[in-house]
Structures are given as C-alpha cells and as structure tokens.
C-alpha cells in the first residue's frame, strides 16, 4: 500500500465524486416514485368506480327515497331478481349509522340497469315512490364504493352514553350542573323535614373542592 492510499480516511473513501450527478439522480429517483403513485392511484379510482370512464354503457343505478328497514340485505334479494349485483351501497351517516334513504347498485350488465330504471322508477313501496335513475359515466365519483363491502355495525348507545357523560366539561357547564345538584338537594331535605325524620347529613357544597384562587399582578409587586 502506497502512502498516498494510507492518508485517504474512511470516510474520504465513500464520499461522492460528482455531488451534482447524485442530486439529478436523487431527482429522477423521486419523479419515478411520483410518477407510480400517479399511475396506482389512477388504478384505483378505475377499481373503485368500476368501469373506464366514457367508455361503453353505464350500469350504476342510482336509488333515493328509500324506505325505513329496506337494506342492504333486502336491496340485494329485492334487486337481484333483475341481475346479478356487482355492488351495493346504502349511504348512510357516519356518527350514527342511520340510512340516508339513497343508494347505489352496480349490476354486472348496462341492459339490467336500464331495465331497472325503467320498470322501478316511481314504483311504490312502503308508501315510498322510489326515485330510480341510471347514473351516467361521466357523473360517477371515484370514491361512490367506499365501504360498500362493509358490514353495518348498529352505534353502542352505552359507549355513546359514557361518552357524553365523561366527556370534560368547562366552568359555565360545571356550574349549570352544580346549580341542578343542589335545586335538587333543596328539595330533598325539604322532604325529609317535612316528613319529621330528624335526619342529618352534611352538605353536598362541603365536599367540592376549593376554588381556584385568583391571581392578581398588584401582589408581586
């Protein structure tokens, strides 16, 4: 080993030779990337709509007015005696989970949803016009089939419930509650007294917690 070779360090050893050849490759390495989450997310918008947009027929069917209790489960064995069903999906509220009374079905054949529109359209149920209509390509969002492949889940009212109940709470609201809590303490002891039960019992204002002290600048100075 030359004595040239014993002063290169380490670190001499892996430093870049062209820093302006990496960075234009560091630039190309980025676009590249940019370009394949162009062309995945363009994928997915045609798998979420499920068919190329502006080409051949549509076979959405948009269905509104729908009735309390008609489904998911009862769109399916209603619908599908016209064709087989691709997807379906009940639009609904995401808080609560309550139906939106609209719908929309994705047949396996145009000629079906044509044959649906035209025969379902006003078609009384459950003292209900349907309003069915065929929903053009061009008029079709990437994202109407989000969740159409979920199984609705009914909201626990409990959890809700423990929610609301724990959730924080600012000075306005603990007062008003304060307020309410001792209306009703009122009355309770008036009871008791009215009864002649010589009941005694300490009061509910004793056991809150001292209030926060007030600050004034005038006594640091």
């Not at 709509?49 to 549509?58: D, F, I």
């Not at 729908?66 to 016209?82: A, N």
């Amino acid at each position: 080993m030359t004595e040239k070779q014993q002063l290169i360090t380490p670190m001499q050893q892996f430093m870049p030779l062209n820093v302006e050849e990496d960075s234009n490759l560091a630039i190309k390495k980025k676009a590249s990337k940019a370009r394949k989450r162009n062309q995945k997310a363009k994928e997915r918008n045609l798998e979420l709509t499920g068919a190329r947009p502006l080409q051949g027929k549509s076979s959405v069917v948009y269905v509104g007015r729908i009735p309390h209790g008609f489904y998911e489960e009862q769109m399916r064995g209603f619908f599908g005696q016209f064709g087989t069903i691709k997807r379906l999906r009940v639009s609904r509220n995401k808080k609560t989970g309550k139906s939106k009374h609209y719908a929309f079905i994705q047949f396996e054949s145009p000629e079906v949803a044509e044959i649906v529109t035209d025969s379902m359209n006003n078609y009384l149920l459950y003292e209900h016009l349907l309003q069915v209509k065929l929903v053009p390509l061009d008029r079709i969002h990437p994202r109407i089939w989000v969740g159409s492949g979920r199984v609705y889940k009914p909201p626990s009212f409990k959890w809700m419930q423990f929610i609301k109940q724990n959730r924080e709470r600012n000075p306005e609201e603990e007062r008003q509650i304060l307020k309410a809590v001792l209306r009703k303490e009122n009355k309770r002891r008036k009871k008791i007294k009215e009864s002649g039960i010589d009941f005694e019992y300490p009061d509910i204002r004793t056991c809150l917690p001292p209030k926060p002290k007030k600050i004034k600048f005038s006594d640091f100075e």
